[in-house]
């Protein structure tokens, strides 16, 4: 089972600091000592064990170069989270985990916001997979709309699964995993209203 924190992508941010080499750190201006046995890099914020970390091995991975230089990150900061560490907030790192949180939380008061946070959430995270195929996001779309995706003695029983799906397609045809508002969930629950 692949864990979400497997695809994690951190940010570099900064220049590699070799063994016991003396660096300033982007985010917060604090000089970073490596006391350590190996080479790291400064980072975007990211969890670690339920603690924000600012830096990693530099054999990780996870790590992603960032557009932005150095002078760049200490003038602004990324304060950002990896979208896969906003998950883990949830204490979620699988979708098997993602629907079940979701089963639970459909049946708690003022939670729709917070479904639709994960839901899109775990859309950014694997869009591109998602685009080519979407069973998992029908699957949370059943639970989430359950009074309209569930089938009626009237109609067959793919008709508005089937019907999601091609919309699901088209979704993912005209918008951008990196849109600033992206946000299925209230995208389907406009499609399934009509």
């Known amino acids: 089972m692949k864990r979400f924190n497997d695809i994690r992508k951190i940010k570099i941010i900064s220049d590699i600091v070799k063994e016991t080499k003396t660096t300033l750190l982007p985010n917060d201006l604090d000089i970073l000592d490596n006391n350590f046995n190996y080479s790291i890099y400064p980072t975007q914020f990211f969890l670690n064990d339920n603690k924000i970390e600012t830096f990693i091995n530099a054999n990780n991975k996870q790590l992603v170069k960032s557009t932005r230089s150095k002078s760049e990150h200490m003038e602004i900061p990324d304060l950002s989270l990896p979208l896969t560490d906003i998950l883990n907030i949830y204490d979620v790192d699988t979708i098997e985990e993602l629907v079940d949180l979701i089963?639970?939380?459909?049946?708690?008061?003022?939670?729709?916001?917070?479904?639709?946070?994960?839901?899109?959430?775990?859309?950014?995270?694997?869009?591109?997979?998602?685009?080519?195929?979407?069973n998992s996001?029908?699957?949370?779309?059943?639970?989430?709309?359950?009074?309209?995706?569930?089938?009626?003695?009237?109609?067959?029983?793919?008709?508005?699964?089937?019907?999601?799906?091609?919309?699901?397609?088209?979704?993912?045809?005209?918008?951008?995993?990196?849109?600033?508002?992206?946000?299925?969930?209230k995208d389907v629950k406009y499609f399934l209203s009509n």
């Open 137 to 185: 996001l029908i699957k949370i779309f059943k639970i989430i709309f359950e009074s309209v995706l569930s089938p009626k003695k009237s109609e067959t029983q793919g008709g508005k699964a089937d019907e999601l799906s091609k919309f699901l397609k088209k979704w993912f045809e005209k918008n951008n995993k990196d849109d600033f508002d992206l946000n299925i969930c």
């Open 103 to 134: 089963k639970k939380l459909m049946y708690k008061d003022n939670t729709e916001f917070t479904i639709y946070r994960l839901v899109n959430t775990y859309t950014r995270i694997f869009y591109d997979d998602l685009k080519k195929t979407n």
